[in-house]
């Protein structure tokens, strides 16, 4: 075999073992780079989700963790819509960054923490009885989803 004839034999051996390899690597890292962003965009998501809960202590006086409502004055029912206002908020940027129609193992599992937190919320009478308000103007597809949740826990619910 001529010299020619070897770097031909390995060309053919480049583009028919090497260039799938490549492509399969290719691939795989990615995949890997895009779990690790959705992680990422995950942990931010609860990082918010505990900053917001941190503010509902620093006005516990609203008594939003407890399951009856308490008795309010305008000035809390002001700030206790506000703060709703604010979780809708978290919910509709957690649907729009992590809920996807076909979700992987790991996607479904970081959306079912979200999807009990927004059940939790709608579990609250005042927070159902204020959810259609808060859901005017907001993406569509969250509206859906979160008005279904809300009529799981509250059949009367309409939005």
């Given at each position: 075999?001529t010299?020619?004839?070897?770097?031909?034999l390995?060309?053919?051996?480049?583009?028919?073992?090497?260039?799938?390899?490549?492509?399969?690597?290719?691939?795989?890292?990615?995949?890997?780079?895009?779990?690790?962003?959705?992680?990422?965009?995950?942990?931010?998501?609860?990082?918010?989700?505990?900053?917001?809960?941190?503010?509902?202590?620093?006005?516990?006086?609203?008594?939003?963790?407890?399951?009856?409502?308490?008795?309010?004055?305008?000035?809390?029912?002001?700030?206790?819509?506000?703060?709703?206002?604010?979780?809708?908020?978290?919910?509709?940027?957690?649907?729009?960054?992590?809920?996807?129609?076909?979700?992987?193992?790991?996607?479904?599992?970081?959306?079912?923490?979200?999807?009990?937190?927004?059940l939790?919320?709608?579990?609250?009478?005042?927070?159902?009885?204020?959810?259609?308000?808060?859901?005017?103007?907001?993406?569509?597809?969250?509206?859906?989803?979160?008005?279904?949740?809300?009529?799981?826990?509250?059949?009367?619910?309409?939005?």
């Amino acid at each position: 075999m001529t010299y020619l004839q070897w770097w031909e034999l390995l060309s053919y051996v480049v583009t028919v073992i090497g260039l799938p390899f490549a492509i399969i690597v290719f691939i795989k890292e990615q995949r890997k780079e895009r779990e690790g962003e959705e992680e990422e965009i995950y942990q931010k998501l609860s990082d918010e989700y505990a900053d917001f809960l941190k503010l509902v202590l620093q006005n516990s006086d609203l008594q939003l963790r407890s399951v009856k409502g308490a008795s309010l004055n305008d000035e809390q029912q002001e700030r206790k819509a506000i703060l709703f206002d604010l979780l809708v908020s978290l919910f509709e940027r957690a649907y729009i960054l992590a809920y996807e129609d076909r979700m992987t193992k790991p996607q479904q599992r970081r959306w079912q923490s979200w999807e009990d937190y927004m059940l939790e919320w709608c579990r609250r009478e005042d927070f159902r009885k204020n959810l259609p308000t808060m859901l005017q103007g907001e993406d569509k597809e969250f509206v859906q989803y979160i008005a279904g949740l809300a009529r799981l826990v509250d059949r009367s619910f309409t939005a």
